[in-house]
């Protein structure tokens, strides 16, 4: 596609249940990136992927956490049990290769997850 | 721990006036990347400028020039001309090597431009 496409836009939940982000990054770009941003914050790392593989995961704040990208393009953040603390925009970029983030990533629009 | 320091959480300018925003960092590696990030309310973050830690030369595009002083870890972003369409929420940001492919993200600060 021509730019990062993430569903929903906003997502209501309620406290313990399981929810599914996905996004869809630019076609061709070999590297996605997931971060959070709480309100009033800047974004934070969640994950990284090269390919279909996580190269570096070490932002996911707990197992509840996980995120797939089986075949190296849409990828999906999965979030189990949620909860009030889990609300946040959830952000996904994507780049060319590793090495072009040095160029910036071009970003999402981002999925509000609201947990009450 | 690596940081990013933006100290002033809102800023207003009037339009067609110029504006600075500050940021600072905290990294023990000499070679980096420095970014300003520009969120609109629709949240989709647009990369403003970048600055390669290695070149003395400060980076510009267009109305969008930095202030890059190493030594001091020190990156302002100033808006020449400002326009209605730049109000928004600005982040500064860096990755290193060591940092793998993450950025590390300032908290930002809100533009408000005034007609």
């Known amino acids: 596609g021509a730019g990062v496409s993430q569903t929903p836009s906003n997502k209501v939940t309620e406290k313990g249940k399981y929810v599914e982000l996905r996004c869809d990054p630019i076609?061709?770009?070999?590297?996605l990136y997931w971060y959070r941003q709480s309100l009033g914050q800047g974004p934070e790392f969640l994950i990284y992927?090269?390919?279909?593989?996580?190269?570096?995961d070490s932002g996911l704040p707990n197992d509840r956490f996980f995120a797939v990208r089986p075949e190296g393009s849409v990828s999906t953040l999965k979030i189990q049990r949620t909860e009030r603390g889990d609300s946040a925009v959830y952000l996904c970029?994507?780049?060319?290769?590793?090495?072009?983030?040095?160029?910036?990533?071009?970003f999402g629009s981002g999925t509000r997850l609201t947990v009450v | 721990a690596q940081t990013v320091t933006q100290s002033q959480p809102e800023m207003s300018v009037q339009e067609a006036e110029t504006v600075t925003l500050s940021c600072t960092y905290d990294?023990?590696?000499?070679?980096?990347?420095l970014f300003w990030y520009k969120q609109p309310p629709s949240r989709q973050m647009i990369l403003v400028i970048r600055?390669?830690?290695?070149?003395?030369q400060n980076a510009t595009e267009n109305r969008f020039s930095v202030n890059f002083q190493k030594a001091a870890k020190s990156f302002s972003l100033k808006i020449s001309d400002s326009q209605l369409g730049d109000a928004a929420m600005y982040f500064c940001?860096?990755?290193?090597?060591?940092?793998?492919?993450?950025?590390?993200f300032g908290e930002g600060t809100q533009l408000t431009v005034n007609p």
């Open positions: 600055q390669e830690a290695y070149k003395q």
């Open positions: 990294t023990s590696e000499s070679d980096y990347y």
């Open positions: 940001a860096y990755r290193t090597p060591a940092s793998g492919s993450r950025l590390t």
């Open positions: 076609s061709g770009h070999t590297a």
């Open positions: 970029a994507s780049s060319l290769t590793y090495g072009a983030e040095n160029y910036g990533y071009t």
């Open positions: 992927f090269q390919g279909t593989g996580a190269a570096d």
